[in-house]
């Protein structure tokens, strides 16, 4: 769709983000603390509240950054833990709700400091659902609680109980990370969950190879389990087309951007679908287009929308870019000319209008 020398794409959907943790908008916060992921989480625990992190200010600039690039939904993950407990969730809430509905907001309550090894997390997640979280999180169930078992089966007796889906942050690669896809698959069953589960970053389905790789998406595929994605450099590739043939939903995301975990990231998720271009060594402009389409209508089930996409019938989430076609638009990351949500006019020119 053409509209004055641009090209219309649909509105862009963030499948993964961490809009509680940023300090954007803030002086610049050097980066400190182990690079491991338990490093990660002792350093933001040691100096979120020197930031004042979490906060409505720093979410409300991230939200309307994410607008500003043309991200009309979002699906986040909330920090959820004894320090905190559930003031991350009242924080995105306030600032989802101060946009007024231009940027849809899905609300993952998020573990990140572990479940089983902090009694008193399960409850809180629980207390979460009833707080209006639409989804509740897990991490790396073996190396973080090293409890595999209990954290899964904390985590699907929730979401059976409550009717909500489940976002499992895994990390662990290798056979590490595929007994925890089994495991997660076989309760995916169990519960009746199927279509309701989704394991990000995810990055033992790179590693693996041949038949155990070919057969594990076909597992997962059949449990109905859907991939989030930030396409880091140097994690192995996604086996994309056999997901996608299979049928698996694949969703991309910004993760956390400039925060305690890492000064990278603008929230650009047309960016994220360039870098998931690159790390996939896509070049056609069918493949080109795929990507584009990654984060943008192959999306829509991130954020519980049944239809996302530039047909009758959609919300009028539109995005114009100065392009030739899309894949021109994927490889050059212009800025957007304009961003329309729900029919009314965000951004033009990279300026926000609201
Ligand atoms: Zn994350």
Same mark, same amino acid.
């Given at each position: 769709m053409a509209g004055g020398g641009a090209i219309a794409l649909p509105g862009f959907v963030n499948a993964h983000a961490h809009v509680d943790k940023s300090w954007w908008g803030m002086p610049w916060v050097p980066y400190g603390g182990e690079r491991t992921t338990q490093g990660r989480i002792d350093h933001e625990r040691a100096e979120r509240d020197r930031y004042g992190i979490p906060s409505v200010n720093a979410t409300s600039a991230v939200l309307r950054e994410y607008l500003r690039h043309g991200t009309t939904a979002t699906r986040t993950h909330v920090d959820v833990d004894l320090g905190v407990g559930l003031r991350g969730i009242e924080v995105v809430r306030d600032a989802a709700a101060a946009l007024d509905g231009l940027l849809d907001v899905e609300i993952v309550a998020f573990p990140q400091d572990g479940v089983i090894r902090r009694p008193g997390v399960l409850r809180l997640l629980e207390d979460a659902v009833l707080a209006g979280a639409s989804y509740i999180g897990g991490i790396d169930p073996c190396t973080i609680d090293r409890d595999p078992v209990a954290q899964v089966d904390g985590l699907f007796d929730i979401a059976e109980r409550r009717g909500v889906g489940l976002d499992i942050h895994l990390h662990d690669g290798g056979e590490l990370g595929a007994f925890q896809y089994e495991l997660i698959i076989d309760r995916t069953r169990r519960t009746g969950l199927q279509g309701k589960v989704t394991i990000s970053h995810g990055f033992a389905l790179g590693d693996l190879v041949g038949e155990r790789r070919a057969g594990m998406v076909d597992e997962l595929a059949d449990a109905g389990i859907s991939w989030a994605t !930030?396409?880091? !450099?140097?994690t192995s590739p996604l086996p994309w087309r056999r997901m996608r043939d299979r049928g698996m939903g694949l969703g991309l995301g910004t993760d956390g951007i400039r925060d305690l975990w890492s000064p990278f990231g603008d929230g650009d998720i047309l960016r994220i679908a360039l870098g998931f271009a690159r790390l996939h060594g896509l070049r056609t402009d069918e493949d080109l287009t795929a990507a584009v389409r990654l984060a943008t209508s192959d999306a829509a089930a991130f954020v519980d929308r049944h239809r996302h996409d530039l047909v009758p019938g959609a919300r009028a989430d539109i995005v114009l870019v100065d392009a030739e076609n899309v894949p021109d638009a994927l490889v050059r990351v212009p800025p957007r000319r304009l961003v329309m949500s729900g029919a009314r006019l965000v951004a033009r020119d990279g300026e926000m209008l609201v």
């Open positions: !930030v396409a880091p !450099v140097r």
